[in-house]
């Protein structure tokens, strides 16, 4: 699965991952997990 993830890019993980997190996290709660999850220090 990390493979099909690591192809699909950036912009396309951080939409995934926003879009599954919207209806229970903050927008600022949101970006932070999508850093971590990325691997930066937002």
Known sequence: M???I???GKPAV???LV???DPILTS???DRLVGWHL???L
């Open 28 to 30: 600022d709660d949101a």
């Open 19 to 21: 879009d599954w997190m």
């Open 6 to 8: 690591e192809r699909l």
């Open 14 to 16: 951080i939409e995934l």
């Open 39 to 41: 691997g930066v220090c």
């Open 2 to 4: 990390s493979l099909g």
